[in-house]
T-cell receptor, first 111, second 116 residues
Framework: GNSVTQMEGPVTLSEEAFLTINCTYTATGYPSLFWYVQYPGEGLQLLLKATKADDKGSNKGFEATYRKETTSFHLEKGSVQVSDSAVYFCALYPREGKLIFGQGTELSVKP | EPEVTQTPSHQVTQMGQEVILRCVPISNHLYFYWYRQILGQKVEFLVSFYNNEISEKSEIFDDQFSVERPDGSNFTLKIRSTKLEDSAMYFC??????????????FGPGTRLTVL
């Protein structure tokens, strides 16, 4: 079946630190992969996506590369800010129907 | 930029009461979804809707739940007789394509449902 596993949080970093949030997936076929972000008290916002192997999604300094060989879609940012504090969700879309979410990783960035 | 809107932002209800959660999807989108997130847990799929009928539903979406597109803009989720365990954040989403690998689901801000 289809599933997504994210690294457990919370992740606490200092401002300007490097961020990696790991995401691995299990899927049949060739799914699209997404990162959504949920800021405190708000809904889910699309952060970035990749639709095929080796695609790199990027937005607001965040990047993730669709790695079919390792079934991964790790989220990275070179220098985090306090305003990046949020919960990050990796999600898989198996070409029809529903999005399948990971459990979310809470990121807290301290000044 | 077009966005999905949801009302109310917070709904408090007594167990056993009916609630209707409302969503206005992005105007040219054709596929509509409801998801829920129980506090501290994963976002879970409830139902998808296309061409005025349910395309897929999860095992969570039992007979107590129903969806409707009553007019050209609104998409509603009704819970007939709420239970304590229905307390969650409910997200509406919409997309303009499905099954082609390039579609993206855009989410509303959510309705927090509290069942007392």
């Amino acid at each position: 079946g289809n599933s997504v596993t994210q690294m457990e949080g919370p992740v606490t970093l200092s401002e300007e630190a490097f961020l990696t949030i790991n995401c691995t997936y299990t899927a049949t076929g060739y799914p699209s992969l997404f990162w959504y972000v949920q800021y405190p008290g708000e809904g889910l916002q699309l952060l970035l996506k990749a639709t095929k192997a080796d695609d790199k999604g990027s937005n607001k300094g965040f990047e993730a590369t669709y790695r079919k060989e390792t079934t991964s879609f790790h989220l990275e940012k070179g220098s985090v800010q306090v305003s990046d504090s949020a919960v990050y969700f990796c999600a898989l879309y198996p070409r029809e129907g529903k999005l399948i979410f990971g459990q979310g990783t809470e990121l807290s960035v301290k000044p | 930029e077009p966005e999905v809107t949801q009302t109310p932002s917070h709904q408090v209800t007594q167990m056993g009461q009916e609630v209707i959660l409302r969503c206005v999807p992005i105007s040219n989108h054709l596929y509509f979804y409801w998801y829920r997130q129980i506090l501290g847990q994963k976002v879970e799929f409830l139902v998808s809707f296309y061409n005025n009928e349910i395309s897929e539903k999860s095992e969570i979406f039992d007979d107590q739940f129903s969806v409707e597109r009553p007019d050209g803009s609104n998409f509603t989720l009704k819970i007939r007789s709420t239970k304590l365990e229905d307390s969650a954040m409910y997200f509406c989403a919409s997309s303009d394509l499905q099954g082609l690998g390039t579609d993206t689901q855009y989410f509303g801000p959510g309705t927090r449902l509290t069942v007392l």
